[in-house]
């Protein structure tokens, strides 16, 4: 099975990286851009778990190692079951 | 008196903070490699600056699941005496022994420069050689330096005197421009509830010397001495040396990463 977990820093905390790139977009006239957040991206393949099992241990993951709940936020979708 | 340095791979100022430890404040002082599970019966842990695991993931993320880190948590529980400096601060908080996280520095540049601090609580087991409201000059070096708090949490460690050192200019004066990094309240350095437990950016061992243009950094381990003495008794090997140093070699490293 693969997930992909999006990690990002939560709206609440700046992200002076995401500004930069919107800095730039804007130089090459992308005017219409009005931010940009910076995230990772994580793609994990699991094996030997059923869905509900998955459901479980992905979030589980994201929380305890992927992401730092202080400062980010996730989200997650399986891919291919 | 007994101080222990863990040496992770990627960290690049254990030597430097060996060094500091034993030849300039003349205290026994030993390695603590990642891998093991042993602290030697060491008084005080040092986690020491650098980019442990390539600062993979976040910097100290990986480095918080070292076996040795499992007893370090044991030992800081216990109220031993743990001192995090730059990559070692950013372990401790993703470690979860020091609250809050660190963002990049607001510039987005790697800053390597020396910058000066304000004591801000003289009453720890860290600052106790220094006067409330005194200035150190010691050298800062890291990309990820941004403490972040949220306000709930900025106003109980303010409350409780928690943060130790603040980023400021040459007078004390706190400003935009001094905090050179972004940090939330211009915090430099933070210390646990309990007490016992100290991450700080700037790194001391870095500024233990004269011919390093600052000896401030002495202010620190010095407090560490004074607290460890009322605690467990003399541990000075030597006294302080004035002048040139007898420089006792460095232990060699050995072990796998």
């Not at chain 2, 730059?86 to 809050?100: D, H, K, R, S, Y």
């Not at chain 2, 220094?130 to 106003?155: C, M, T, W």
């Not at chain 2, 706190?174 to 016992?196: D, K, P």
Request: charged share 20%; glycine share 10%.
């Amino acid at each position: 099975m693969k997930v992909r977990i999006l990690v990002s820093l939560k709206e609440s905390v700046l992200d002076p990286q995401g500004q930069t790139v919107r800095n730039a977009l804007h130089t090459l006239g992308y005017q219409a851009v009005r931010d940009v957040r910076q995230g990772k991206v994580f793609e994990i393949e699991l094996e030997g778990l059923d869905r509900s099992e998955a459901e479980k241990i992905v979030p589980e993951i994201a929380d305890r190692v992927l992401a730092n709940p202080i400062i980010e936020k996730f989200s997650w979708e399986i891919l291919e079951a | 008196m007994k101080f222990g340095v863990v040496v992770f791979p990627g960290s690049n100022c254990d030597y430097d903070t060996f060094h500091a430890l034993q030849n300039v404040m003349g205290l026994e002082t030993v390695f603590l490699w990642h891998k093991d599970h042993d602290l030697q019966g060491v008084d005080c842990v040092v986690l020491p600056g650098g980019f442990s695991y390539g600062d993979y993931l976040r910097s100290g993320a990986i480095a918080r699941f070292s076996p040795i880190m499992t007893e370090v948590k044991k030992f800081a529980a216990a109220g031993g005496l743990v001192l995090g400096i730059c990559n070692g601060f950013q372990i401790l908080l993703e470690a979860g022994l020091l609250p809050g996280a660190m963002l990049r520095n607001k510039n987005l540049k790697f800053l390597c420069q020396h910058v000066y601090i304000r004591v801000e609580n003289s009453r720890t087991a860290f600052s106790q050689a220094a006067r409330k409201g005194q200035v150190l000059q010691i050298p800062i070096a890291h990309f990820d330096g941004n403490y972040y708090a949220s306000p709930e949490l900025l106003s109980e460690l303010e409350r409780n005197g928690q943060v130790v050192f603040r980023y400021c200019d040459e007078k004390g004066k706190l400003s935009e421009e001094a905090n050179v990094n972004g940090s939330i309240n211009s915090i430099a350095g933070l210390i646990n509830r309990q007490g016992n437990v100290l991450g700080m950016m700037p790194h001391p061992e870095r500024a233990s010397e004269k011919i390093l243009g600052s000896q401030d950094g002495k202010i620190i381990f010095q407090s560490m001495i004074n607290y460890l003495e009322k605690k467990v008794g003399p541990g000075r090997k030597k006294a302080v040396r004035t002048t040139r140093p007898a420089i006792s070699p460095l232990p060699p490293l050995i072990g796998t990463f």
